[in-house]
């Protein structure tokens, strides 16, 4: 079986800060995903890739960068930081580039102060 | 669009009893529709999906229907258990392999 593994599992950040979130697999999947979940509420798509190099916008990519650098890789910028944000951000992949389920990483938890 | 509604955002049956769970969507290209279970602290899980050619699937407690016509899926669960207990979402996706998530449902199992 393979895994997902998001760093760092806690990001405590700054208003208006640059903050970097890492994602890696090694399920040699073609397809990732980053989704955030704020507070018992639903996913919501930021960025995917469907093969490395490629980046395809979600419903909610304002205000972030995302970069597939290798096909295990795929990280995600919050380009500015706001005050009093707190959400979840999760990484999935899936194989292939055609509908498969998701296997999704197990978060990283974001504070914004 | 490619919206998905989802209803309830709360559901509390009573232990044994079955639970239903409704999605809309938006995009008439969506051939693939997974339903994943969220535990408290834990990422979401698939516990069963359905594609575009089938109106009906079930697996161990599981039921998942498919109408095309009026863009709706449902989950039910039969005989539910204290274990069932989590939040549910459902998901569409088409051949872009852009995967939307509904807002989600809070199940609660009561004794």
């Known amino acids: 079986g393979g895994i997902i593994t998001q760093t760092p599992k806690f990001l405590i950040g700054q208003e208006g800060q640059k903050l970097t979130l890492k994602c890696q697999q090694n399920?040699?999947?073609?397809?990732m995903y980053w989704y955030r979940q704020d507070s018992g509420k639903g996913l919501r798509l930021i960025y995917y890739?469907?093969?490395?190099?490629?980046?395809q916008k979600g419903d909610l990519s304002e205000g972030y960068d995302a970069s597939r650098e290798k096909k295990s890789s795929f990280s995600l910028t919050v380009t500015s930081a706001q005050k009093n944000e707190m959400a979840v951000f999760l990484c999935?992949?899936?194989?292939?580039?055609?509908?498969?389920?998701?296997?999704f990483g197990h978060g990283t938890k974001l504070s914004v102060l | 669009g490619e919206q998905v509604e989802q209803l309830p955002s709360i559901l509390r049956v009573q232990e044994g009893s079955s639970a239903s769970i409704n999605c809309t969507y938006e995009?008439?290209?969506?051939?693939?529709f997974p339903w994943y279970k969220q535990e408290p602290g834990e990422n979401p899980k698939l516990i069963i999906d359905?594609?575009?050619?089938?109106e009906r699937k079930q697996t161990q407690g599981l039921i998942v229907l498919l109408d095309k016509k009026a863009k709706r899926f449902s989950l039910h669960i039969t005989d539910t258990q204290p274990g069932d207990s989590a939040m549910y979402f459902c998901?569409?996706?088409?051949?872009?392999?852009?995967?939307?998530f509904g807002t989600g449902t809070r199940l609660q199992v009561l004794p």
């Open positions: 998901a569409a996706s088409s051949n872009t392999n852009k995967v939307v």
């Open positions: 890739s469907i093969t490395e190099n490629d980046l």
């Open positions: 995009n008439s290209a969506s051939n693939y």
């Open positions: 999935a992949s899936s194989i292939g580039t055609t509908n498969e389920r998701l296997f």
């Open positions: 359905i594609r575009s050619n089938m």
């Open positions: 399920f040699n999947h073609d397809t």
